[in-house]
Nanobody, 113 residues
Framework: QLQASGGGSVRAGGSLGLSCGAS????????RGWSRQAPGKERELVVA???????NYEDFVEGRLTVSIDNAKNTMYLEMNSLKPEDTAVYYCFANFQGNMHWGHGTLVTVSS
């Protein structure tokens, strides 16, 4: 139900954008956001948006990433700036609809130094 796109390769300091299209009304989700999994590491939360629209970024974001939702398009975006090599990971969008967690298939972001 979630289709992620975007990502790719960029040099450190560059920018990339991700998008996540949903087959359901994204605004009806209890929580939605983005997680990532770096090579050899566990999946970690990047940002979460509550149903009321409260946005919580993980500390490592440091203002470099911005999440947004276009409710008319049922699409969530993640704008990533000032990327660092440690941001290299597979990025997953997620949304919890009525207690059921849904995940996008993941999209790879590679940041070279």
């Amino acid at each position: 139900q979630l289709q992620a796109s975007g990502g790719g390769s960029v040099r450190a300091g560059g920018s990339l954008g991700l998008s996540c299209g949903a087959s359901r009304n994204m605004s009806s989700a209890n929580v939605r956001g983005w997680s990532r999994q770096a090579p050899g590491k566990e999946r970690e939360l990047v940002v979460a948006i509550s149903r009321r629209g409260t946005i919580n970024y993980e500390d490592f974001v440091e203002g470099r990433l911005t999440v947004s939702i276009d409710n008319a398009k049922n699409t969530m975006y993640l704008e990533m700036n000032s990327l660092k090599p440690e941001d290299t990971a597979v990025y997953y969008c997620f949304a919890n609809f009525q207690g059921n967690m849904h995940w996008g298939h993941g999209t790879l972001v590679t940041v070279s130094s």
